[in-house]
């Protein structure tokens, strides 16, 4: 059983299982260099079969995204049997959880939760990925209740979306667009933009515009379109939401548009991460790699240039990602 884990012996603590997905476990670990808390998704390959091509997916997805309000992902290697990907800890666990324990969200908080949520999906389209299962179980919290999206094992690119046929494209029916519904030829990041306007419906309501036990009478009331506005919707939201939830999808807003929307532009708004944040990738941080490079006792420029192949089955680049990472949180007082 231990030996299972030996390949992480000496880079990471495994700690309990803190959740489990389709073919994945999940546990809460350890990275020892850094003492940095992680998250470490063990997938199994004989037991993944022919899903094994969904999580290469997903992997070369989260390669390169890189984004404040998607799940980073550290470092991923694999054994003869088992596929380890080393992610962030999101200490404040699933969105959906935190909905349920305060029945809906003040417009204030949804707001707010929505705006980062929309920013990392602005991002994925406009990095030409769709994420096709947007929904509260797959959009997780940080220590500040800041939004970390997860779960790509869906998600569709230029590359592979002609080949994903629909049973396995529409993750849960209650967020799918009419039109993937119906089995047409869809445009994916218009389904996304639904997806998120139930999500914003789930967020302020506490309960879902289109409902049903029966999976026909389900599809029945997406297509037709019509949802419950409550009497605490103010006008603000009850337009964003009609934005989103257009049944035809050339009526539906982009994700761009949504974010300038009066509603979102409304209250004292933090900044949100510019989409183009990947430039970060390249221009590698001078205070982690000077604090990296004495560590180890090599020249900066020559860590630097191997961190610049972001090769993600190097434990060093775990080290530098949670570096960065403790650098924003903390301040660079630490590095000098
Ligand atoms: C219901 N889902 C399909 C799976 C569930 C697995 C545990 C996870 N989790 C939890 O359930 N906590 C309670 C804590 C927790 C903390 N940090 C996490 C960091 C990353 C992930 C994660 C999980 C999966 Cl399956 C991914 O594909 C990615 Cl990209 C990321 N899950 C985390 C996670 C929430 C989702």
Redesign the pocket.
């Known amino acids: 059983k231990e030996n299972e884990f030996s390949v992480l012996e000496g880079f990471y603590l495994i700690h309990e299982t803190?959740?489990?997905?389709?073919f994945?476990k999940?546990k809460?670990a350890t990275h020892i260099l850094t003492g940095e808390r992680v998250?470490i998704?063990i997938l199994d390959k004989a037991a993944l079969g022919d899903d094994l091509p969904r999580v290469k997916q997903?992997i070369e997805t989260?390669k390169f995204l890189n984004h404040p309000h998607i799940?980073q992902?550290y470092q991923t290697f694999d054994t003869d049997r088992k596929i380890f990907?080393v992610?962030?800890?999101?200490?404040g666990?699933?969105l959906f959880d935190y909905i349920v324990q305060r029945d809906r969200l003040t417009e204030v908080e949804g707001r707010r939760i929505f705006r980062q949520i929309a920013s990392a999906v602005a991002y994925c389209h406009q990095k030409g990925v769709v994420h096709r299962d947007l929904k509260p179980?797959?959009i997780?919290l940080d220590s500040e209740n800041n939004v970390?999206l997860?779960?790509?094992?869906l998600c569709a690119n230029s590359t592979n979306c002609h080949k994903v046929e629909l049973e396995t494209c529409c993750g849960s029916p209650a967020y799918a667009a009419p039109e993937l519904i119906k089995g047409e030829r869809y445009i994916g990041t218009q389904a996304d933009v639904w997806s998120l306007g139930v999500l914003l419906y789930a967020l302020l309501n506490g309960f879902l515009p289109f409902d049903d036990a029966n999976l026909g009478i389900l599809y029945k009331k997406i297509q037709i379109g019509k949802y419950e506005e409550p009497r605490w919707l103010s006008e603000g939201s009850k337009n964003i939401l009609r934005c989103m939830l257009q049944i035809d999808p050339k009526y539906r807003v982009s994700v761009d548009q949504l974010l300038n929307h009066t509603w979102c532009q409304e209250g004292s708004q933090e900044p949100l991460p510019l989409v183009d944040t990947d430039d970060s990738m390249n221009v590698v941080d001078n205070d982690v790699i000077r604090l990296m490079a004495a560590n180890i006792g090599v020249q900066p420029e020559l860590l630097k240039s191997r961190l610049s192949l972001v090769n993600y089955d190097k434990y060093e680049l775990a080290t530098y990602f949670l570096l960065l990472r403790r650098k924003q949180k903390t301040g660079v007082q630490i590095f000098r």
């Open positions: 803190i959740g489990r997905g389709g994945a999940v809460k998250a998704k997903e989260l799940c992902m990907i992610m962030e800890y999101c200490q666990g699933e179980e797959n997780l970390k997860i779960d790509f094992g």
